[in-house]
């Protein structure tokens, strides 16, 4: 069973930064897709960022300049620098690693960004 560690939420004020962490505890074929997404209360699961094995990224518009997503494949380990953070970024972040085969999910830190 894969596990996900997630690190790094907390309390920032409107402008401010985060850095969120996730760890795999193992990678089973190495060209998985690792990536954040978020929920906000009452809202859907929405894609954050996401960055394959080979290191391209994917961003949703809304966190586009203001969001860097990094991954280092020798410690199994994707970043979220969270930059320029407002309000609306207020959400519980999810770390997953996917393939077409299977999809692992973390267990969620929570970001609040206050105005």
């Known amino acids: 069973q894969v596990q996900l560690a997630e690190s790094g939420g907390g309390v920032v004020q409107n402008g401010g930064s985060l850095r969120l962490s996730c760890t795999a505890s193992?990678?089973?074929?190495?060209?998985?897709?690792m990536g954040w997404y978020r929920q906000a209360p009452g809202k859907q699961r929405e894609l954050v960022a996401t960055?394959?094995?080979?290191?391209?990224?994917n961003y949703a518009d809304s966190v586009k300049g203001r969001f860097t997503i990094s991954r280092d494949n020798a410690k199994n380990t994707v970043l979220l620098q969270m930059s320029s953070l407002k309000p609306d970024d207020t959400a519980v972040y999810y770390c997953?690693?996917?393939?077409?085969?299977?999809?692992?999910w973390g267990q969620g830190t929570q970001a609040t960004v206050s105005s």
């Open positions: 960055v394959a094995s080979g290191g391209n990224p």
């Open positions: 997953k690693l996917y393939s077409d085969y299977y999809a692992h």
């Open positions: 193992r990678i089973m074929f190495g060209f998985e897709t």
